[in-house]
């Protein structure tokens, strides 16, 4: 388990640079000594409090700033063992002597200490399996469709680069959440109709499409390769929505799916539309680790049934012919979901239902858009 030393000091504000320039010197004996990670962190919001606050707790002048940091050790053995050599060090490295390295504040004034983590959360720095990695629309016209849906997101388009084929990557304000390609006539002979689709993050894929397999489902495109993207198949579940599941090339975290804060243009919701709510729940919850967390009663339409991996991801719900046959329904965030109805009529979509409040003070719509692909949006309406 790691082990945290935390400090609280004061810095006079004007040394800031002086500050940082000893910290650097000094901290890289401890990240020598075996730290994993230290942080240094110049105060920003500091308020004052009613019993106390950090400011007391170290006697800062009004012209000195609050500094807190922390050492992170990989555990409490490796931090004794580091501190028991500081003495020595202190003597004869000068990144530790206080003649080469001076302090540039009242070390007296210093509070610290040693502290055990008993809780720790961490946002994943990798895609597993079962996680929202990455959208797709197939579409009739692709440049219709890029420049209706430009109308209603803060999206830029951009070439994939693939030299052939036409492929478009969807960038929000902050990162790449999707792709815009159009329907080729082979496809559109096997019966591809314009359509969002939702990615999968897989471990492995040919296991998965011989689990999916099993459980009922359907390939509609065989594993394979895409260079410098990663391996995947195209999928349907046995209800008959299709999806893409992969295993995509490299590291990091896809942030596709805004999981963890709410972010423009992102995907905001995944909506499993079924005719089979309890066999979807069979077939997801068994392929993907996908638990079942609550419902919402919607009259005629039966229960809307929250989706949980790790924090809430989606719903599923019974089918409404009025969206089509089975499929995931995807919401995209907009700053304002007036607006962006305006925006869907005015550019030759339809809005099918809403704007509908939902929990937490968001509004969201479901929407066609002109070549017929079913997509929602989910926003607030500021004041």
Request: glycine share 10%; with cysteine; hydrophobic share 40%.
């Amino acid at each position: 388990m790691t082990y945290i030393d935390g400090f609280v000091i004061a810095v006079p504000t004007a040394n800031r640079q002086r500050f940082i320039d000893h910290a650097n010197t000094g901290n890289s004996v401890f990240m020598e000594l075996g730290a994993l990670r230290i942080l240094e962190c110049w105060g920003d919001e500091v308020p004052e409090g009613k019993q106390t606050d950090f400011r007391r707790a170290v006697q800062a002048t009004a012209d000195e700033t609050v500094v807190f940091s922390w050492i992170e050790w990989p555990d409490k053995a490796t931090r004794d063992t580091a501190m028991a050599r500081m003495e020595e060090l202190m003597k004869t490295d000068p990144r530790m002597s206080p003649e080469h390295n001076p302090m540039p504040f009242d070390g007296a004034r210093m509070i610290y200490g040693g502290f055990t983590p008993v809780v720790t959360l961490e946002a994943p720095q990798a895609d597993s399996q079962g996680d929202f990695i990455w959208y797709e629309l197939l579409t009739t016209d692709a440049d219709a469709a890029q420049a209706f849906y430009g109308k209603i997101l803060p999206w830029a388009f951009n070439d994939s680069g693939q030299a052939d084929m036409d492929y478009r990557i969807v960038r929000a304000p902050e990162h790449d959440v999707a792709g815009l390609m159009a329907i080729t006539p082979e496809m559109a002979e096997h019966g591809a109709r314009p359509v969002w689709l939702s990615y999968l993050a897989v471990d492995d894929v040919d296991q998965s499409v011989a689990a999916i397999e099993q459980k009922g489902g359907a390939v509609q495109m065989p594993a394979m390769d895409v260079p410098m993207v990663g391996r995947m198949a195209m999928v349907a579940d046995p209800q008959g929505a299709p999806l893409y599941i992969m295993k995509p090339s490299g590291g990091g975290k896809s942030m596709a799916f805004a999981y963890d804060r709410p972010r423009l243009g992102h995907a905001a919701w995944n909506e499993l539309h079924t005719s089979d709510q309890a066999g979807a729940w069979a077939f997801y919850g068994d392929l993907f680790s996908w638990s079942h967390d609550g419902d919402m009663d919607m009259g005629p339409m039966g229960q809307y049934q929250f989706i949980r991996r790790g924090g809430m991801v989606g719903a599923m719900m019974k089918a409404d012919p009025a969206m089509g046959p089975p499929h995931w329904n995807t919401y995209f965030r907009v700053a304002d979901i007036a607006a962006a109805k305006r925006a869907v009529e005015a550019a030759g979509g339809q809005v099918v239902q809403g704007p509908d409040e939902i929990p937490g003070g968001d509004f969201s719509m479901n929407c066609i858009d002109p070549q017929g692909a079913a997509f929602g949006l989910v926003g607030g309406r500021p004041s």
